[in-house]
Nanobody
């Protein structure tokens, strides 16, 4: 079992910045692909950004150029740096850890989420 704990959410004005953090005690953290998802009220959960164990990143079109995902394997943490925040970025942000083993077995874990509110 992998426990993920998000932090860093809060209230920010449009155009502002926040940094979300996700911490895990999993010793094999570096082998997991980490991701951030978000879910706004009345909408489906959507993928925001991913970072592989090798450091390759991918972003949703809506956040490209504004958000940056990074990881610190020594600290077992993944971050989401969010700049130029817009009201439409307001959502609960979830940390996700996933790993597919050579036999095809996949394990996926979720954090509890952290609220990001963008409002003046």
């Amino acid at each position: 079992q992998v426990q993920l704990v998000e932090s860093g959410g809060g209230l920010v004005q449009p155009g502002g910045s926040l940094r979300l953090s996700c911490a895990t005690s999993r010793s094999a953290f570096s082998l997991y692909t980490m991701a951030w998802y978000r879910q706004a009220p009345g909408k489906q959960r959507e993928l925001v950004a991913t970072i592989t164990s090798g450091g390759d990143t991918n972003y949703a079109d809506s956040v490209k150029g504004r958000f940056t995902i990074s990881r610190d394997n020594a600290k077992n943490k993944v971050y989401l740096h969010m700049n130029s925040l817009k009201p439409e970025d307001m959502a609960v942000y979830y940390c996700n850890a996933g790993r597919t083993y050579t036999d095809g077995t996949r394990y996926e874990y979720w954090g509890q989420g952290t609220q990001v509110t963008v409002s003046s």
